[in-house]
């Protein structure tokens, strides 16, 4: 009787215990998911005619317009203009084969796409859209050596690309390399300063990289 009293009293015990731990755990604070890395400013997909007249004049207007824009909307709008300009320059074949890339990217298949604008850009170096569109993918991959290599090619032919100078920015982020990265960013501010998600990277990265000794 003892023997089964005294068995009786600790499962008692054992089962306090545990009723006591279980608000404790289900308590426990949950650690928040950490946040996605922001994704690289792309043009609309639904982009305004192109202007006439020479291409390069009306961008070097467009990016007077855009520094002195008064707002968002009108900078949005001169924005597209210039990315317009940016895609036409591949002519009736790159924007063909640019049609299928986008195909292929709607359709998941990043690695045809690729080969896609690799097939581009032997055929037409020149073409900044070509190069930017596949820095793109590749640092969608996760491929940042590959994509810093043709963001560089990007900005050798365009150095207003104000869209590869944000990309420039996320992947030296990604490879913890905050200086340079604010360095991308306000460059890219200084040629789009209504471009959109970047001011408030600048300002989270001044914080820290200004804020504190080098």
């Not at 968002?72 to 203009?81: D, G």
């Not at 709607?106 to 032997?122: N, Q, R």
């Not at 963001?151 to 030296?172: C, D, K, Q, T, Y």
Request: net charge neutral; aromatic share 8%.
């Amino acid at each position: 009787m003892e023997g089964r009293f005294h068995t009786l009293f600790v499962s008692g015990l054992v089962a306090a215990a545990m009723s006591l731990a279980m608000p404790a755990l289900a308590q426990a604070p949950v650690e928040p998911p950490t946040a996605e890395p922001p994704k690289p400013i792309e043009p609309p997909s639904n982009l305004p005619r192109v202007q006439r007249g020479d291409p390069l004049q009306n961008l070097d207007r467009l990016f007077q317009a855009l520094k002195v824009a008064p707002d968002a909307e009108s900078a949005k709008y001169i924005e597209n203009r210039i990315w317009s300009v940016w895609f036409s320059a591949g002519g009736d074949t790159g924007n063909l084969l640019m049609t299928r890339v986008k195909t292929a990217v709607d359709g998941k298949d990043i690695d045809l796409a690729i080969k896609l604008l690799t097939a581009i850009i032997d055929i037409r170096p020149d073409y900044v859209e070509a190069w930017n569109r596949r820095a793109t993918l590749y640092y969608m991959k996760k491929e940042f050596g590959r994509s810093l290599s043709d963001l560089r090619e990007v900005l050798a032919l365009e150095p207003r690309h104000f869209g590869a100078l944000s990309g420039l920015g996320m992947i030296f982020q990604e490879l913890g390399d905050e200086k340079s990265a604010l360095d991308a960013f306000r460059r890219a501010l200084a040629i789009h300063p209504r471009l959109e998600r970047i001011p408030d990277l600048v300002k989270r990265l001044t914080e820290k990289v200004d804020g504190r000794d080098i």
